[in-house]
């Protein structure tokens, strides 16, 4: 495997070779393989006039195949991690949460695309402390001050909020996170998830409204009772 191969009439093994102008009159070949599984041959040839190839020129085409087969072994690398990283977000996108990040002093540096579908807000909107204008008014102090509280104690974060959909209407959400740590316990990043509750928040709100109503009813029947 990965032995150099030496034609000497290369045209009779290679007839595109037979119509090389000036004629090729010898050819050295170093096939090499990446993981195990033969990939490329690289090749180099003589012309008649030229002297024939000696042990240097060997060892060069040698080197240039083992630096090839390095390069190409980074770039199957690059390239599953490229493939990697789609299919991750591929699926983060298909998920009902909306991931984000945020750096150690708690501004949001990415979020997923859903929350700008959900929001109608712009990436360079949500960023930062921007996410904060997609809340609603009653709900915006509480938050930020849960969040603020949290980063300052690098302790894990959870809260309920509404937030402005697309439509102009308010949806309930949920937030949580946790803190990324370094070697030496230092908060480096934050890590987040949002989903939207509003279904059971509705059906929650729904709930408690039909207990109050009986609970007023049940008082004003006690009421006329002698």
């Known amino acids: ?28 070949l170093a096939p090499f393989h990446v993981d195990g599984a033969p990939r490329a041959t690289l090749w180099a040839v003589r012309h008649e006039e030229c002297d024939g190839f000696d042990d240097e020129d060997a060892r060069l085409l040698t080197r240039l195949a083992a630096f090839a087969a390095i390069a190409l072994r980074l770039h199957d690398s690059v390239e599953a991690l490229r493939e990697s990283e789609a299919r991750l977000r591929h699926t983060v996108e298909l998920s009902p949460h909306v991931p984000w990040t945020a750096d150690a002093a708690g501004r949001v540096t990415d979020c997923s695309g859903r929350w700008l579908a959900m929001t109608g807000m712009t990436r360079a ?51 949580f996170a946790q803190p990324r740590r370094d070697a030496h316990g230092r908060v480096i990043q934050w890590y987040g998830s949002t989903e939207d509750i509003d279904p059971r928040k509705q059906q929650e709100l729904a709930l408690r409204e039909s207990e109050q109503r009986f609970l007023l009813a049940a008082e004003a029947v006690q009421g006329h009772v002698y």
């Open 1 to 28: 495997r990965d032995t150099l191969l030496v034609f000497r009439q290369p045209g009779a093994e290679y007839p595109a070779l037979a119509l090389a102008d000036p004629p090729v009159g010898e050819a050295l």
């Open 125 to 175: 909107e949500a960023l930062g402390d921007g996410w904060l204008g997609a809340l609603h008014p009653e709900d915006r102090a509480g938050t930020k001050a849960a969040w603020a509280l949290a980063v300052a104690a690098g302790t894990p974060y959870e809260v309920e909020y509404r937030a402005r959909a697309p439509d102009g209407g308010w949806r309930w959400m949920r937030s």
